[in-house]
Nanobody
Framework: QVQLVESGGGSVEAGGSLRLSCAAS????????MAWFRQAPGKEREGVAS???????RYADSVKGRFTISKDNAKNTLYLQMNSLKPEDTAMYYC????????????????WGQGTQVTVSS
């Protein structure tokens, strides 16, 4: 069982930056593939970025070059550095963990946090 708690969301102006954190509470949380997803009102949940156990990363085309996913295994913490934020990045952001699967498909993830809100104003 993995418990995930996100933090770091907030309100920023377009062009600004935020860093999201996701603290994982589990024995050997480093053995899980992790990802960030987001969901805006009235839209489906979409994958933003993922990172595998060995550090391989994937990004949605909409965030490539602006967002960076990383993790600190010693702290059991996942991060999402978001730069050059746009109003269309406004959403609830969730972190997720999976033992076997990886990538940007939300259906393959086993554990989810409660989310942290990101609002970008123009």
């Amino acid at each position: 069982q993995v418990q995930l708690v996100e933090s770091g969301g907030g309100s920023v102006e377009a062009g600004g930056s935020l860093r999201l954190s996701c603290a994982a509470s589990a024995y050997r949380a480093s053995l899980y593939n992790m990802a960030w997803f987001r969901q805006a009102p009235g839209k489906e949940r979409e994958g933003v970025a993922s990172i595998t156990i060995i550090g391989g990363t994937r990004y949605a085309d909409s965030v490539k070059g602006r967002f960076t996913i990383s993790k600190d295994n010693a702290k059991n913490t996942l991060y999402l550095q978001m730069n050059s934020l746009k109003p269309e990045d406004t959403a609830m952001y969730y972190c997720a963990a999976a033992r076997a699967a990886e990538g940007l498909n939300p259906r393959v993830y086993d554990y989810w946090g409660q989310g942290t809100q990101v609002t970008v104003s123009s």
